[in-house]
């Protein structure tokens, strides 16, 4: 099967972009350029029958069950290549998504809602995580999360950023109120929905996706890329690396 894209050069010259779902392969570049990664011709990850890219983005919520510590549960959020935002449980904010989840398997059922979202949108998301402080408040007397700033309003305030309202709740929100947030987006956009029980040994390889790119990554080394597709192959990316 083969998706027909239309996008633009930095000349303003149509291209014309092409997808073989059976191959797992773009047969032109990937529009994402390097945001995808710095193999232009990744399709969906190499993982065509269980994962698709019809824009080139999508946005994961994450929704993690409650354990004996926490009976509300948690929630976190990734887009392409940006890695998880995760607020109050210590982990580093845009780190492996993957990582993530495997540590999560070890303590509690998990739910992925991933939302086909478009460029517009995950700037949108992904300038609001960047607004966030790193911390949330303290617990109040240590076992109740402040509603008004918990990991689930900064989760439904990321996703109302992107243009995806919550028409559900009023008030604050709960781990459960983003799932439904999420799932109602998930069927109007497009997505998938992925369950991780506890005790799972594996995550799939479809969430690859959200995992940080080598152009977000703070442990981008310094050295040069070729740009496929060029008609001059001697034409070099540079890759510098970040202080």
């Not at 191959?23 to 269980?50: C, H, M, Q, W």
């Not at 887009?79 to 449980?89: A, D, H, K």
């Not at 580093?92 to 517009?120: C, E, F, H, M, P």
């Not at 109302?160 to 008030?171: F, H, I, R």
């Amino acid at each position: 099967m083969f998706k027909l894209k239309f996008t633009f050069s930095l000349f303003a010259l149509p291209l014309l972009i092409v997808s073989h779902n059976a191959s797992a392969r773009f047969l032109s570049e990937d529009p994402e350029g390097f945001k995808a990664g710095v193999n232009f011709y990744t399709y969906a990850n190499n993982n065509p029958i269980n994962a698709n890219d019809p824009k080139g983005l999508d946005t994961a919520v994450i929704i993690n069950g409650p354990t004996a510590n926490n009976p509300f549960g948690h929630t976190a959020i990734a887009t392409t290549g940006n890695g998880v935002y995760s607020f109050g449980n210590g982990v580093d904010l845009g780190s492996s998504v993957t990582d993530y989840l495997a540590k999560q398997a070890d303590l509690r059922n998990t739910n992925v809602i991933t939302i086909n979202t478009s460029q517009d949108q995950e700037n949108a998301i992904n300038s609001y995580l960047a607004s966030q402080p790193v911390n949330l408040p303290p617990w109040i007397l240590g076992v109740i999360p402040n509603a008004f700033d918990s990991c689930a309003t900064r989760t439904a305030g990321a996703l109302s950023a992107g243009g995806m309202v919550d028409p559900y709740t009023v008030g604050p929100s709960f781990p459960s109120d983003v799932g439904a947030q999420a799932s109602l987006w998930q069927q109007a956009l497009g997505g998938s929905v992925i369950n991780i029980p506890q005790n799972s040994t594996t995550i799939p390889a479809s969430l690859n996706q959200f995992n940080p790119s080598p152009a977000n990554s703070n442990a981008a080394d310094g050295g040069f890329v070729l740009y496929p597709n060029m008609s001059n192959t001697n034409q070099l990316q540079s890759v510098y690396r970040k202080p």
